[in-house]
Nanobody, 126 residues
Framework: QVHLVESGGGLVQAGGSLRLSCAAS????????MGWFRQAPGKEREVIAA????????SYVDSVKGRFTISRDNAKKSKYLQMNSLKPEETAVYYC???????????????????WGQGTQVTVSS
């Protein structure tokens, strides 16, 4: 069982930056592929980014490529999401997730994740 806790959300102006953190406890952190998701009011949860177990492979949804960076520190059992040039439409609750898909190519699907954090609110003002 893995317990995930996000932090770092808040209010930022459009064009600003935030860095989200996700701390894990329980389980063996390095054996999980980690993902970041977000859900805006009235919308479905969408994947943002995923990172492989050793942090070598990373995937991003097209809308955040070049602006967001996912990273992890297995020694600290933590992962991060650096978000730059934020847009008002990216206001959402951001979730950290851990899973063990057979292939990293499956890492951008929410169904592949078994453990979820409680979410952290990110609000981008215009």
């Amino acid at each position: 069982q893995v317990h995930l806790v996000e932090s770092g959300g808040g209010l930022v102006q459009a064009g600003g930056s935030l860095r989200l953190s996700c701390a894990a406890s329980g389980g063996t952190f390095s054996t999980y592929i980690m993902g970041w998701f977000r859900q805006a009011p009235g919308k479905e949860r969408e994947v943002i980014a995923a990172i492989s177990r050793a942090g070598i492979n990373r995937s991003y949804v097209d809308s955040v490529k070049g602006r967001f960076t996912i990273s992890r520190d297995n020694a600290k059992k933590s992962k991060y999401l650096q978000m730059n040039s934020l847009k008002p439409e990216e206001t959402a609750v951001y979730y950290c997730a851990a899973g063990a898909p057979r292939s990293f190519s499956d890492s951008m699907a929410a169904s592949e994740y078994d453990y979820w954090g409680q979410g952290t609110q990110v609000t981008v003002s215009s």
